[in-house]
């Protein structure tokens, strides 16, 4: 017995440290080529962030690049495009949130009650699939549709109702780029809470019929009790990401609708930051963004918390 | 179980069977379950099929458009909805553009090589953290945990990878993205979960980690294993942004989806110009169906790994590391 002892059985406490390393060294080993990428594109790049308190020179580097302080920050506070970014940011956040985040719930809800599972499974491949697609392929086909020359104009055009081109109409992009995202994600999204109605319990929905209770008092005292956890968390998700609204998205409409309606504090630190070489003041806007969303994340899982769920992360 | 079969129901009893319900056929409504309304089934069918027809609809027009002759699509004002003319001309002509076979090898060639070096780096990963008690996980699993919340932004990671001399390299389209730290918790769940016992024993045989991995966990997770890499593939399959960042002039180095969005832009001048190389390498606007091809060739490789996929995905995959 004493030769064979199960190597991790046996484990000594941490006081034994030199043991356990040698132990796990292949383990060790093959954490490595992860932790590296991490370090070098992750990590690195967070201590990068110090270039928003300086004048970057890509000639000089970051180390000789000139310190100015907050000087980034109080004139990206005094920039309009970076509030107008941010009004957009918010608005858009608003929108979705309103718009798109009943919809994965409300679907998953209905196809739960499709008792054919081969019905089930073929809807589940269908309003999956758009989340495969790349933000190129989805705004390409959004601009088929309904862009100048696509089939809704079409349509218009052929029933002399005149033309409107919602691709580049600023006053309804709020809605247009919503709908792209329910078109995309709303599908995708569904399978958490198929996932969470799968683990209820249904002898629970036998006992209430029994008892009398009907459809829709089995849905509202067992169903939405047990998807609340999830939809918590896809909310405190959902608020602590409300300066994220999507990049590519608006990076690749941009100029179809303008500046004006299409900038969101992602967008504005390529746009302000990279293409035009300032790369200190884009860094900035990145670096309010981040610090804000660790604020939102942070206040979301203490709302969670509050209303006794679990959230990101436990108490 | 005698409350299952004494339930009334309001026209007829002769489905009730004697069996708890859900043994009787997968499909079988539970005997406790009241019969559904014509109302509410076609509702539900209504929303269904609305539903469906928003996701299909357009990928049936586009695909049909890119079929059709010139005279079809002149005939049709625009996109084609019934066929009406049909013919592979846009894809003999697409196939000839060196543009296009260009941007399709390198498109392909990102995609796998890619998704076997995130493959390789996250597999590895994963069952090195995924060893209960083992040294450092919990340091190293905090490590990875905080980039998903905490990260530099955009600019300092351009301007650490082309601090390193990324421009123009195609490790620059790879290497930065290649790592994703939720993949990894997903798989490390799954690792975690294999069968401690026959670990146990292979270790009792004298097997090491690599061959524990590589002949025990590997082959019993295949399926979140497979689900997985269908990720990191498409993800690397549908970016464009980091060719933006990183070789935006060099036309040779272009994927499909940079190629899709000149298409796109030629066609319809709408992201007029995202850079300034774009639009100087064909002037004149592409035909319609000629268009249409592109989107469909963008489509295919998806359509075709996706229905092996698309079963895996009910299997929870999601939801176990949703809580990290």
Same mark, same amino acid.
């Given at each position: 017995?004493?030769?064979?002892?199960?190597?991790?059985?046996?484990?000594?406490?941490?006081?034994?440290?030199?043991?356990?390393?040698?132990?796990?060294?292949?383990?060790?080993?093959?954490?490595?080529?992860?932790?590296?990428?991490?370090?070098? %594109?992750?990590?690195?790049?967070?201590?990068?962030?110090?270039?928003?308190?300086?004048?970057?020179?890509?000639?000089?580097?970051?180390?000789?690049?000139?310190?100015?302080?907050?000087?980034?920050?109080?004139?990206?506070?005094?920039?309009?495009?970076?509030?107008?970014?941010?009004?957009?940011?918010?608005?858009?956040?608003?929108?979705?949130?309103?718009?798109?985040?009943?919809?994965?719930?409300?679907?998953?809800?209905?196809?739960?009650?499709?008792?054919?599972?081969?019905?089930?499974?073929?809807?589940?491949?269908?309003?999956?699939?758009?989340?495969?697609?790349?933000?190129?392929?989805?705004?390409?086909?959004?601009?088929?549709?309904?862009?100048?020359?696509?089939?809704?104009?079409?349509?218009?055009?052929?029933?002399?109702?005149?033309?409107?081109?919602?691709?580049?109409?600023?006053?309804?992009?709020?809605?247009?780029?919503?709908?792209?995202?329910?078109?995309?994600?709303?599908?995708?999204?569904?399978?958490?809470?198929?996932?969470?109605?799968?683990?209820?319990?249904?002898?629970?929905?036998?006992?209430?019929?029994?008892?009398?209770?009907?459809?829709?008092?089995?849905?509202?005292?067992?169903?939405?009790?047990?998807?609340?956890?999830?939809?918590?968390?896809?909310?405190?998700?959902?608020?602590?990401?409300?300066?994220?609204?999507?990049?590519?998205?608006?990076?690749?409409?941009?100029?179809?609708?303008?500046?004006?309606?299409?900038?969101?504090?992602?967008?504005?630190? %390529?746009?302000?930051?990279?293409?035009?070489?300032?790369?200190?003041?884009?860094?900035?806007?990145?670096?309010?963004?981040?610090?804000?969303?660790?604020?939102?994340?942070?206040?979301?899982?203490?709302?969670?918390?509050?209303?006794?769920?679990?959230?990101?992360?436990?108490? | 179980?005698?409350?299952?079969?004494?339930?009334?129901?309001?026209?007829?009893?002769?489905?009730?069977?004697?069996?708890?319900?859900?043994?009787?056929?997968?499909?079988?409504?539970?005997?406790?379950?009241?019969?559904?309304?014509?109302?509410?089934?076609?509702?539900?069918?209504? #929303?269904?099929?609305?539903?469906?027809?928003?996701?299909?609809?357009?990928?049936?027009?586009?695909?049909? #458009?890119?079929?059709?002759?010139?005279?079809?699509?002149?005939?049709?004002?625009?996109?084609?909805?019934?066929?009406?003319?049909?013919?592979?001309?846009?894809?003999?002509?697409?196939?000839?553009?060196?543009?296009?076979?260009?941007?399709?090898?390198?498109?392909?060639?990102?995609?796998?090589?890619?998704?076997?070096?995130?493959?390789?780096?996250?597999?590895?990963?994963?069952?090195?953290?995924?060893?209960?008690?083992?040294?450092?996980?919990?340091?190293?699993?905090?490590?990875?945990?905080?980039?998903?919340?905490?990260?530099?932004?955009?600019?300092?990671?351009?301007?650490?990878?082309?601090?390193?001399?990324?421009?123009?390299?195609?490790?620059?389209?790879?290497?930065?993205?290649?790592?994703?730290?939720?993949?990894?918790?997903?798989?490390?769940?799954?690792?975690?979960?294999?069968?401690?016992?026959?670990?146990?024993?292979?270790?009792?045989?004298?097997?090491?980690?690599?061959?524990?991995?590589?002949?025990?966990?590997?082959? #019993?997770?295949?399926?979140?294993?497979?689900?997985?890499?269908?990720?990191?593939?498409?993800?690397?399959?549908?970016?464009?942004?980091?060719?933006?960042?990183?070789?935006?002039?060099?036309?040779?180095?272009?994927?499909?989806?940079?190629?899709?969005? #000149?298409?796109?832009?030629?066609?319809?001048?709408?992201?007029?110009?995202?850079?300034?190389?774009?639009?100087?390498?064909?002037?004149?606007?592409?035909?319609?169906?000629?268009?249409?091809?592109?989107?469909?060739?963008?489509?295919?490789?998806?359509?075709?790994?996706?229905?092996?996929?698309?079963?895996?995905?009910?299997?929870?995959?999601?939801?176990?590391?949703?809580?990290?």
């Amino acid at each position: 017995m004493s030769t064979a002892v199960p190597r991790r059985a046996a484990a000594p406490s941490r006081r034994n440290w030199r043991f356990r390393l040698r132990r796990d060294r292949s383990l060790l080993l093959m954490t490595l080529p992860a932790v590296v990428l991490l370090i070098v %594109f992750n990590y690195v790049p967070l201590s990068g962030l110090v270039t928003a308190f300086q004048e970057y020179d890509p000639l000089v580097g970051v180390r000789y690049s000139e310190w100015v302080g907050l000087d980034q920050f109080s004139r990206l506070f005094t920039d309009p495009l970076f509030w107008g970014s941010l009004k957009n940011t918010l608005y858009l956040s608003f929108v979705q949130l309103i718009l798109f985040f009943p919809i994965p719930i409300a679907l998953a809800l209905l196809l739960n009650t499709v008792l054919s599972e081969r019905l089930r499974n073929f809807i589940q491949s269908v309003v999956y699939l758009p989340h495969f697609f790349s933000w190129v392929l989805a705004v390409t086909i959004f601009q088929q549709m309904l862009g100048g020359a696509g089939a809704l104009n079409q349509f218009l055009r052929g029933h002399d109702l005149g033309t409107w081109d919602v691709m580049t109409d600023p006053g309804t992009f709020a809605l247009l780029v919503t709908s792209q995202a329910i078109w995309k994600e709303a599908g995708w999204g569904i399978i958490v809470f198929l996932a969470a109605l799968a683990a209820i319990n249904t002898e629970q929905y036998e006992a209430a019929a029994v008892d009398g209770a009907g459809r829709f008092r089995r849905m509202w005292h067992i169903t939405l009790p047990g998807l609340r956890g999830v939809i918590m968390l896809m909310l405190v998700l959902r608020l602590g990401n409300a300066l994220t609204v999507g990049f590519e998205q608006f990076l690749i409409q941009r100029d179809a609708v303008g500046h004006d309606a299409a900038d969101v504090l992602d967008t504005f630190s %390529f746009y302000y930051g990279i293409a035009t070489g300032n790369y200190s003041y884009g860094a900035a806007a990145g670096l309010f963004k981040s610090v804000i969303s660790l604020l939102l994340i942070w206040g979301a899982n203490r709302l969670a918390h509050a209303f006794g769920e679990d959230g990101l992360y436990r108490k | 179980m005698t409350d299952v079969l004494t339930i009334q129901r309001k026209n007829g009893t002769t489905r009730v069977p004697k069996a708890p319900a859900r043994s009787r056929k997968r499909s079988a409504r539970p005997a406790w379950e009241e019969p559904p309304t014509t109302v509410g089934q076609a509702a539900k069918g209504l #929303t269904f099929a609305g539903v469906l027809a928003v996701v299909v609809v357009p990928l049936w027009i586009v695909v049909v #458009t890119s079929l059709s002759t010139q005279g079809a699509i002149n005939r049709a004002g625009g996109l084609v909805i019934w066929p009406d003319g049909l013919t592979f001309e846009a894809y003999s002509q697409m196939l000839a553009d060196t543009t296009v076979r260009s941007a399709l090898l390198v498109s392909f060639g990102i995609t796998a090589v890619g998704t076997v070096v995130s493959m390789a780096v996250s597999v590895l990963c994963a069952y090195g953290l995924s060893r209960a008690r083992s040294f450092g996980h919990r340091f190293l699993l905090t490590l990875l945990v905080v980039t998903m919340f905490v990260s530099g932004g955009l600019i300092p990671t351009f301007l650490v990878v082309t601090g390193l001399g990324g421009y123009g390299q195609w490790w620059a389209l790879i290497l930065p993205s290649a790592v994703s730290v939720f993949n990894i918790l997903v798989l490390r769940s799954f690792y975690s979960g294999t069968s401690a016992d026959l670990i146990e024993a292979a270790r009792l045989d004298g097997a090491g980690d690599w061959r524990i991995l590589w002949s025990i966990v590997l082959p #019993t997770s295949r399926a979140v294993t497979a689900v997985i890499a269908l990720f990191y593939g498409v993800g690397y399959w549908n970016s464009f942004f980091n060719v933006m960042l990183y070789m935006p002039t060099d036309s040779e180095k272009w994927p499909l989806q940079y190629v899709l969005l #000149t298409y796109v832009s030629r066609g319809n001048g709408m992201p007029g110009s995202l850079n300034a190389g774009f639009g100087t390498i064909q002037a004149q606007t592409a035909p319609l169906a000629l268009q249409m091809a592109v989107v469909v060739l963008t489509l295919v490789p998806l359509l075709l790994v996706y229905p092996f996929m698309q079963k895996h995905f009910r299997t929870g995959v999601l939801t176990g590391a949703i809580k990290g």
